[in-house]
């Protein structure tokens, strides 16, 4: 460790420089005007709220309103929070965007009746995603959120590994579950490949119900597993977060009424389902649960491949 004292206004630029330079995340404090240009050019500048002149506070990027140090604690550790919930809400709000599209395209390219309706696609994005991404904006602190190192200063909220996660594996594993659920549903009523099904058709009406709940089934899976990006969720507690609790509630209870009202049924054209309809998206539920736990358990352990691809 370094120790400068005593040292000009100058000079507590070239610190500051010096150590940006070693690639370094600078914090620099102070109160009075000469500190203004080291204020400025630190990564963050935190000035004196009571003791401080007018001009460091304007330099600064942070104002400790009591002058008290132990303050930037716990304020670097409420940022850090505030991002990493951003995150999370980012990555639970986008892998439902692949279990959408698929069925389009699919119906484009395979030549099958519409997997999924307009406005199922607006029922998740505008009804039962809300609560459950609200409750991850919420989440408490990750118990080492302190114990990380500064992120890179390069680092954004929507990273390649974050796409990587939602896009390519989580959002994959509901599509795959939605289309399983959809033809199993149609097979098993004896739909053909090529068979044309009208809207009104009880059956068909099944199979997008169906491919409905099992992405509101994994969506369950996926907000749950949002909750933490390195840690377990056992450490954090299961009931912790009575946001997202209430979300997941609602979630199934919407669920449950356009599987089962005539009304929404009439609204929605879905159509009740049978348990064992339920149950076919609740293995890929489990999937993605699991393999979320194991990936965190591997961050933790500093895996290189999971460390480069697979943390976001």
């Not at 039962?128 to 200063?153: F, H, S």
């Amino acid at each position: 460790e370094i120790l400068f004292a005593r040292i000009a206004p100058a000079q507590k630029m070239q610190v500051v420089q010096a150590l940006q330079a070693n690639q370094e995340i600078v914090t620099q404090t102070g109160d009075g005007v000469n500190d203004a240009p080291a204020l400025k050019n630190a990564d963050m500048g935190v000035a004196m709220g009571i003791m401080g002149t007018d001009v460091a506070k304007e330099a600064s990027n942070m104002v400790l309103m009591d002058d008290n140090f132990a303050t930037i604690v716990a304020a670097v550790e409420e940022g850090r929070t505030i991002f990493d919930n951003i995150k999370k809400f980012i990555a639970y709000i986008l892998t439902s965007n692949i279990p959408e599209i698929l069925p389009f395209i699919a119906f484009v390219l395979l030549d099958i009746p519409l997997p999924l309706t307009v406005i199922l696609i607006l029922s998740i994005d505008l009804v039962t995603d809300i609560l459950p991404a609200l409750g991850l904006g919420a989440e408490k602190p990750e118990t080492d959120v302190m114990k990380r190192k500064p992120r890179p200063r390069n680092e954004r909220l929507l990273s390649g590994n974050l796409l990587l996660m939602s896009y390519g594996i989580v959002g994959m594993m509901q599509a795959a579950a939605g289309f399983f659920a959809y033809f199993v549903i149609l097979y098993n009523g004896g739909w053909e490949w090529g068979q044309e099904l009208a809207n009104s058709d009880p059956l068909y009406r099944a199979a997008i119900t169906g491919f409905f709940a099992a992405i509101i089934i994994c969506q369950v899976a996926d907000v749950i597993i949002c909750r933490t990006r390195t840690q377990s969720l056992f450490t954090v507690g299961v009931w912790s977060n009575h946001l997202v609790l209430f979300g997941i509630g609602f979630e199934l209870l919407f669920l449950a009424c356009i599987s089962y009202l005539p009304a929404f049924n009439t609204f929605f054209g879905t159509a009740p389902l049978e348990l064992w309809h339920l149950m076919l998206s609740i293995p890929f539920a489990l999937a993605i649960l699991a393999g979320d736990e194991l990936r965190r358990v591997l961050v933790r352990r500093g895996n290189p491949f999971v460390l480069r691809w697979l943390s976001w």
